[in-house]
Nanobody
């Protein structure tokens, strides 16, 4: 079992940058595929980005491709999401997730993740 704790959210102006982090504890972090999802008010939780166990494969949702970068540090047991050129439509609660069963093919699927953090609010003002 792994526990996840996000941090780094906040309020930023459109065009600005923010980095959110997710610290893991408990089980062996490098055994888990890691993902970031987000949920805006009144909307479904949606996939943002995912990274494989050793960081060799990364996947991004189309709306964030070229602006967001996911990375992980398996020594610090932390996954990061660097968000650049932020837009008001990026406003949401951002959740990190860990999956032991997750594969490259299933990384965009919420149900493939076993553990979730509590979320961190990101607000982008226009």
């Amino acid at each position: 079992q792994v526990q996840l704790a996000e941090s780094g959210g906040g309020l930023v102006q459109a065009g600005g940058s923010l980095r959110v982090s997710c610290a893991a504890s408990g089980d062996t972090f490098s055994s888990y595929y890691m993902g970031w999802f987000r949920q805006a008010p009144g909307k479904e939780r949606e996939f943002v980005a995912a990274i494989s166990w050793n960081g060799g494969r990364k996947d991004y949702a189309d709306p964030v491709k070229g602006r967001f970068t996911i990375s992980r540090d398996n020594v610090k047991n932390t996954v990061y999401l660097q968000m650049n050129t932020l837009k008001p439509e990026d406003t949401a609660v951002y959740y990190c997730a860990a999956g032991r069963r997750t594969t490259n093919a299933s990384a965009r699927v919420r149900a493939q993740y076993d553990y979730w953090g509590q979320g961190t609010q990101v607000t982008v003002s226009s």
